[in-house]
């Protein structure tokens, strides 16, 4: 636009087994800025993700996500997700609301917490707002990462999960990670 944002961006995801001599191709992702801020955060965008950049290539999944609110370094306070089987969005897989809870002034995020739903309230199947049913809880990850690289890759993390009981109505402890990764 004439603003500098980008409206559509192409993103080739791709893995080597061989110290980076030849690469495959894993996912070739179309993505559709739609809404910006003045600050340039995208706040309304759709992802195609498919398995190849040819033209046989195949849908795997089509995500809608709106960011709500940035903390001053560009990361979103908060995100709503919402993964759907086909691009026509008749068919949805899942709904994830992550929240952003403590980011360093490098726009590290050192507590967040990720909560699946598996329904959307009043979803007009375009581009409006995403709502989830928190009627539909699946499942919760609360994540704290206490070490990050210098490129502000996590090094150590504790995931806390657990999942939506029907009995008591509420989410309930499943399991814990302690993640220690080398740089």
């Known amino acids: 636009n004439n603003r500098g944002d980008a409206e559509t961006q192409y993103i080739k995801s791709s893995i080597t087994n061989d110290g980076g001599l030849t690469y495959e191709l894993v996912t070739y992702q179309v993505l559709t800025n739609r809404e910006f801020d003045s600050d340039h955060n995208i706040k309304n965008q759709m992802i195609l993700t498919y398995d190849n950049d040819s033209g046989t290539k195949t849908l795997l999944d089509c995500q809608e996500v709106r960011s709500i609110g940035f903390h001053s370094s560009g990361v979103a306070l908060k995100q709503i997700i919402a993964t759907f089987v086909k691009e026509d969005k008749l068919s949805l897989l899942d709904v994830k609301v992550i929240e952003n809870l403590d980011i360093s002034l490098q726009g590290y995020v050192k ?4 909560t699946r739903y598996d329904g959307l309230v009043g979803y007009d199947l375009g581009s409006g707002d995403l709502v989830a049913d ?4 699946v499942d919760e990850q609360h994540i704290w990462t206490t070490k ?9 993390q504790k995931i806390v999960k657990s999942y939506f009981d029907t009995e008591t109505s509420g989410l309930v402890f499943s399991e814990a990670q302690t993640i220690s990764t080398t740089d």
């Not at 928190?134 to 809880?137: D, E, G, P, Q, V």
């Not at 990050?148 to 150590?156: C, I, P, Q, T």
Request: charged residues 35%; aromatic residues 12%.
């Open 111 to 114: 507590e967040s917490k990720i």
């Open 134 to 137: 928190t009627a539909k809880t």
């Open 148 to 156: 990050f690289d210098f490129r502000g890759n996590a090094l150590e």
